[in-house]
């Protein structure tokens, strides 16, 4: 039996994005986003609302960095979402966390976040509110880079956003092989 549920955006998983972009007066800010995904291999997408601090931050500074939320960064990442720079200064300082520059782009890399993106502004649409990064680098913490270049899932911990539940829930489990396992069936 299945059940009908009207009109819910219940994608599994909605990554938690945590992105980050600097102030005016050049401290940082960061916003929690579940909206995006990738546009290509070396763009981001986002569905970012035009009142947000981060929109006016990013077109102000054509640069932002996308770090994804782990385990141990739920309730800071949490706050980044509840919190708006409009009204709140110095959010990331606030948080407890620390902001340093990058060195690609005019944007605040958040340094507790293990892995996070370094995007160059290419565009966004006031109607469909999406705005498409260019990732300038990928950084990454070594803890969790694996020999082969890869990220070890179950050491990172990475978290999604349950829409339905409104909850976070960590991934880490391997499964399968992409590219691989449907191979079986001929
Ligand atoms: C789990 C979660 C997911 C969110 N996803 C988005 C999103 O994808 N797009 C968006 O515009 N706002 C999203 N928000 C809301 C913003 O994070 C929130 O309005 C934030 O205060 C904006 O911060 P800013 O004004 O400092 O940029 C989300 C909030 C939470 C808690």
């Not at 800010?29 to 931050?57: E, F, P, R, Y």
Request: hydrophobic letters at 40%; proline letters at 3%; glycine letters at 6%.
């Amino acid at each position: 039996m299945k059940k009908n549920l009207g009109v819910k955006a219940a994608v599994y998983p909605l990554p938690v994005l945590i992105i980050a972009t600097y102030n005016p007066d050049g401290t940082a800010n960061a916003m929690n986003a579940a909206w995006g995904t990738v546009a290509d291999t070396n763009q981001v997408a986002i569905c970012l609302s035009h009142g947000h601090k981060t929109v006016k931050n990013i077109m102000e500074r054509k640069a932002f960095t996308v770090s994804m939320a782990d385990a141990s960064l739920v309730k800071e990442s949490d706050y980044f979402g509840i919190a708006t720079g409009n009204k709140v200064e110095d959010k990331v300082k606030k948080a407890g966390l620390t902001a340093v520059k990058s060195e690609f782009v005019d944007a605040p890399v958040i340094e507790e976040y293990k892995l996070t993106l370094e995007c160059e502004f290419v565009s966004y649409d006031p109607e469909t509110e999406f705005m498409f990064g260019e990732i300038k680098n990928t950084l990454v913490d070594e803890d969790i880079l694996l020999e082969s270049g890869g990220i070890d899932i179950a050491k990172f911990r990475p978290i999604a956003f349950d829409t339905l539940n409104k909850s976070y829930v960590v991934l880490g489990e391997k499964v399968g092989n992409a590219f691989s396992d449907g191979k079986e069936i001929n």
